[in-house]
C-alpha cells in the first residue's frame, strides 16, 4: 500500500515565521502535490512536481514556495506565514501520468496550520 | 479550467443504493473521470476511475454516458461508515499543454447515510 506520510498533524505558528511542513511517499512515485482545505471551498492546489527539482504553480502559489531534493520528499513552505494561510494542508503523490491517466492520487492525512 | 458540479450534499438511509451524479461539460477527449471519498480529518481516498461506459470494483459503479458530460457514481447499499464528502474529478482540457496537476476538485458532496 502506499504510504504517503505528512510530518505533522496539527501545527501552531505565529505570524511572520517561516513555516516548513514536510511529506514523504514510499511508492517511488514522480509525481508530488500540495494542496490547501478550506470550509466551502474545497481542495485548491498550490504546487506540484513531476521530477526531483522540478516544480510548476498550481492554483493558489502565493506566499508558498516549494522544495523537491530527493524523489520521494516533497516540502511546503510558507516564507513569512500569516493568518490566511491557517487551513488543512494536504500533499498527494501519484505515478507519471497524472491523476487524469489511471494514476489515482494518494494523499497523506494532512497537516492542520493555524496561525496566530 | 474544467470544473465539474455536483450537489452539494445527499442524505440516504443504510442499506438503500446511492447515485451522485456529476457534470463536466468541458472534459477533455483524453480524460478520465475519478471519484474520491473524504472522511474528516483523513486525506481523499480514490474510490473508482473511468473513461467511458461502466466501470465497478468492490466499492461501487461508475457510468459514464457516451456524450462523457456527467458521470454517475454508485453505492450500492450504503452503511452509516460510507457517510463522508465525494469528489469527483476530471483533468484540465489545456489545448496542448500538460495538464498534470490540473485537476478540480470543488466542494464535493456531503452525503450523510442515516440509520
Known amino acids: 500500500d502506499v504510504k504517503v506520510t505528512q510530518s505533522s498533524r496539527y501545527l501552531v505558528k505565529r505570524t511572520g515565521e517561516k513555516v516548513f511542513l514536510e511529506c514523504v511517499q514510499d511508492m517511488d512515485h514522480e509525481n508530488m502535490f500540495w494542496y490547501r482545505q478550506d470550509p466551502g471551498l474545497g481542495l485548491r492546489l498550490i504546487y506540484f512536481s513531476y521530477d526531483v527539482k522540478m516544480k510548476e504553480k498550481g492554483d493558489i502559489p502565493e506566499g508558498y514556495s516549494v522544495s523537491r531534493e530527493k524523489k520521494e520528499r516533497f516540502s511546503l513552505i510558507l516564507e513569512s506565514a500569516s493568518t490566511n494561510q491557517t487551513s488543512m494542508y494536504l500533499c498527494?503523490?501519484?505515478?507519471?501520468?497524472?491523476?487524469?491517466?489511471?494514476?489515482?492520487?494518494?494523499f497523506g492525512n494532512g497537516t492542520r496550520l493555524t496561525v496566530t | 479550467l474544467a470544473k465539474t458540479t455536483q450537489p452539494i450534499s445527499m442524505d440516504s438511509y443504510e442499506g438503500q443504493e446511492v447515485n451522485i451524479t456529476c457534470s463536466h461539460n468541458?472534459?477533455?477527449?483524453?480524460?478520465?473521470i475519478t471519484w474520491y471519498q473524504q472522511f474528516p480529518s483523513q486525506g481523499p481516498r480514490f474510490i473508482i476511475q473511468g473513461y467511458k461506459t461502466k466501470v465497478t470494483n468492490e466499492v461501487a459503479s461508475l457510468f459514464i454516458p457516451a456524450d462523457r458530460k456527467s458521470s454517475t457514481l454508485s453505492l450500492p447499499r450504503v452503511s452509516l461508515s460510507d457517510t463522508a464528502v465525494y469528489y469527483c474529478?476530471?483533468?484540465?482540457?489545456?489545448?496542448?499543454?500538460?495538464?498534470?496537476?490540473?485537476?478540480?476538485f470543488g466542494r464535493g458532496t456531503q452525503l450523510t447515510v442515516w440509520p
Open positions: 468541458n472534459i477533455a477527449t483524453n480524460d478520465y
Open positions: 498527494a503523490s501519484s505515478l507519471l501520468g497524472g491523476g487524469q491517466y489511471n494514476s489515482p492520487l494518494h
Open positions: 474529478l476530471v483533468g484540465d482540457p489545456v489545448p496542448g499543454g500538460s495538464t498534470l496537476g490540473r485537476l478540480y
